[in-house]
Nanobody
């Protein structure tokens, strides 16, 4: 059974940093591209970043480019999202997504507020 579990969210002040993690199980993690999405209140879920199976190719939404960094550790079966210079508009529930199986995690809340 494919399972994705996010962690690392919380409350942070503007300009602060957080690192999200996504622990994967139930599939051959190292073989597949992985993604992060987010959904702010009353808005549609939107793409944040993705990473190739080996980690060599990454892509970012324009809104986070230069501030967020996606990475993965295939031995630990975990994907990360390092978020720096956070802004109030980054407030959202952040989801881990495995495109190959269409599986979503349950999400982790990130709130950026003073």
């Amino acid at each position: 059974q494919v399972q994705l579990v996010e962690s690392g969210g919380g409350l942070v002040q503007p300009g602060g940093s957080l690192r999200l993690s996504c622990a994967a199980s139930g599939f051959r993690f190292s073989s597949y591209r992985m993604s992060w999405y987010r959904q702010a209140p009353e808005k549609e879920r939107e793409f944040v970043a993705d990473i190739s199976n080996a980690g060599g190719i990454t892509g970012y939404a324009d809104s986070v480019k230069g501030r967020f960094t996606i990475s993965r550790d295939n031995f630990k079966r975990t994907m990360y999202l390092q978020m720096n210079s956070l802004r109030p508009e980054d407030t959202a529930v952040y989801y881990c997504f495995a495109p190959a199986s269409g599986t979503w995690g349950r999400g982790t809340q990130v709130t950026v507020s003073s």
